[in-house]
């Protein structure tokens, strides 16, 4: 039996008991989406909140004028479809009307699941909807660490090889609308195993944290750099022609060797050899041939 159909068996007084008892927030708006009546939950998150104050106010008068319109159309959709409408959404102080953006902090946003269910005749409204909130934005903290953590690599605090390649799909898939073409720079850490054999695991992988950090403080702030494998790192550069790309491959191979960077008590340089391969320098029919030119390519600066 649907939600409305039992609100709608059972005594008024039943039903404000039964919406009472919810461990969610729960509201009647009409059709205009004013709120006509307001049931808090045991489980409320924002305790010191009257949540009964906003019977009688709509939802223009609550919210800020585009997510009032939002969620109007969902009322409008449970209404005009007779199912439950599910809408996910954030709210921060400047989703909510002046009176009420103290509710949160001025940088916090807070993550409501709604569900909007069709209800008739409720205490003499010819067509309602009953609205359903529940605080979910502790579910989506977690979820978004848990992406953040698949998304970057844990060793380098580079972007992770599965993030490397969804962003390859997503650009190939979107190089058509862009007018400049993207490059990609595939670096290899030479000779990376005799480090690893001479100073140990734990000290060559802190020599793969600092080569990290310093590929990212020398590419440009709109490259997006990912370790692919091993010591292996690649760099996506928007908008960037090979000819510029093989430039800033040479700055940056020129500019580690330069450096000395301490694995255990020495001071070393880092040789590294870099391939470079252009997005439209051939005609790619699968989203990482590119990233296979820039493998193949490492070491030379030409056209290939």
């Keep these: 039996m649907k939600k409305a159909e039992t609100l709608q068996s059972i005594s008024s ?7 009472s008892a919810l461990p969610y927030n729960a509201f009647v708006f009409t ?41 109007q159309n969902h009322i409008n959709k449970a209404i005009k479809s007779d199912l439950t409408e599910t809408i996910i959404h954030p709210v921060s102080a400047a989703d909510l009307a002046p009176e009420f953006q103290t ?15 069709r209800i008739s005749h409720w205490e003499g409204e010819a067509s309602a909807v009953m609205w359903l909130s529940s605080d979910i934005t ?15 690599d844990a060793l380098t605090g580079a972007r ?22 993207y490059s990609l720079l595939y670096i290899e850490v030479r000779d990376y195993p005799t480090y690893k054999k001479d100073y140990g ?12 950090d310093f590929f990212q403080q020398h590419l440009n702030s709109s490259s ?25 491959a040479k700055k940056l191979t020129e500019k580690l060797i330069n450096t000395e960077i301490e694995i255990g008590h020495h001071a070393l340089t880092i040789p590294i050899d870099v391939g470079v391969a252009e997005s439209h320098s051939h005609s790619a029919s699968r989203p990482l041939d590119v990233l296979y030119r820039a493998n193949e390519n490492v070491g030379k600066y030409h056209l290939s």
């Excluded at 007084?13 to 919406?19: G, M, R, T, V, Y």
């Excluded at 992770?160 to 073409?181: G, I, Q």
Aim: proline share 4%; charged share 25%; glycine share 4%.
């Design 13 to 19: 007084n039943q039903s404000h008991a039964l919406l």
């Design 31 to 71: 059709e205009q989406g004013d709120c006509i009546e307001a049931f808090v939950g045991n489980e409320a998150t924002v305790t010191s909140f009257d949540y009964k104050s906003l019977v009688g106010l709509s939802l223009k008068q609550m919210l800020s004028p585009e997510l009032a319109k939002r969620l």
């Design 103 to 117: 509710l949160t902090g001025p940088n916090e946003t807070l993550w409501f699941e709604g569900k909007a269910t």
């Design 138 to 152: 502790l579910t989506i903290s977690r979820e978004q660490k848990i992406k953040a953590l698949i998304e970057m």
């Design 160 to 181: 992770s090889r599965r993030s490397l390649l969804k962003d390859l799909r997503s650009a190939f898939k979107n190089k058509e609308a862009s007018s400049e073409p």
């Design 201 to 212: 695991l734990v000290r060559s992988e802190n020599l793969l944290k600092q080569l990290s």
């Design 224 to 248: 997006k750099l990912y370790r692919f494998e091993g010591s292996d790192f690649v760099a996506i550069l928007p908008d960037t022609p090979y000819e510029v790309a093989c430039s800033m």
